[in-house]
């Protein structure tokens, strides 16, 4: 990891260029990719902290994770839970409404782990660690299994959730879905 910043990832939060409200599944889609960059920058400060131990690379890459998934992560579970699972509930596919039921799970184990997670990264991030990592082995465990909550969310609502639902919205829905998921992202203090 020698000459390599752990938090060039990509900034939290930030919107790919091509990706606007006006396209909300793409929105949807482009924060699945901040998700994956997130998790990746979460596996690698875990590296770190095993060749390197806890240092202020370490303890930014720990703010970077934090401020992503207490801010970005949450507004794009709202979004789903207000515009997409809905539509999807009320229909008449039995395949599709299990999914969703699942990932509405998802989303509430996710909290949850993210409770914990962040309580790991948090003390990261303030130089406070318990040992010279940083990381016990039970804190290795509990960013884990944030982390594996991901996968099989995220292939579940790109290859079943949103075509099913892209389906069902139609013109302005769509552009109903993309200004209030603008509106709610610019009504933050």
């Known amino acids: 990891m020698a000459g390599i910043?752990?938090?060039q990832?990509?900034?939290?939060?930030?919107q790919p260029s091509a990706a606007t409200f006006e396209q909300?599944?793409?929105?949807?889609?482009?924060?699945?990719?901040?998700?994956?960059?997130?998790?990746?920058?979460?596996?690698?400060?875990?590296?770190?902290?095993?060749?390197k131990g806890l240092d202020e690379q370490a303890a930014q890459a720990?703010?970077?994770?934090?401020?992503y998934f207490d801010l970005a992560a949450p507004d794009h579970h709202e979004d789903e839970e207000r515009h997409v699972?809905?539509?999807?509930?009320?229909?008449?596919?039995?395949?599709?409404k299990t999914?969703?039921?699942?990932?509405?799970?998802?989303?509430?184990?996710?909290?949850?782990?993210?409770?914990?997670a962040r309580e790991v990264l948090r003390r990261l991030s303030e130089g406070s660690a318990p040992t010279w990592t940083g990381l016990s082995e039970a804190d290795r465990a509990t960013l884990a299994r944030f982390a594996g909550l991901y996968a099989d969310h995220i292939r579940a609502e790109e290859d079943v959730v949103y075509p099913a639902a892209s389906a069902l919205i139609d013109a302005p829905e769509l552009q109903r879905m993309g200004t209030e998921m603008a509106?709610?992202?610019t009504a933050r203090p």
């Not at 889609?29 to 690698?44: G, I």
């Not at 699972?85 to 008449?92: D, E, K, M, S, V």
Request: hydrophobic share 40%.
């Open 62 to 67: 720990a703010r970077d994770v934090m401020r």
């Open 24 to 51: 909300p599944f793409e929105m949807l889609t482009a924060c699945h990719e901040r998700v994956d960059r997130m998790l990746r920058l979460l596996d690698r400060l875990c590296q770190h902290l095993g060749a």
């Open 99 to 116: 999914v969703v039921r699942r990932l509405q799970q998802d989303h509430r184990d996710m909290t949850a782990n993210w409770v914990e």
């Open 5 to 7: 910043r752990l938090h």
């Open 85 to 96: 699972f809905p539509r999807l509930l009320a229909g008449n596919d039995e395949n599709v």
């Open 183 to 185: 509106a709610r992202r």
């Open 9 to 14: 990832i990509g900034q939290p939060g930030a």
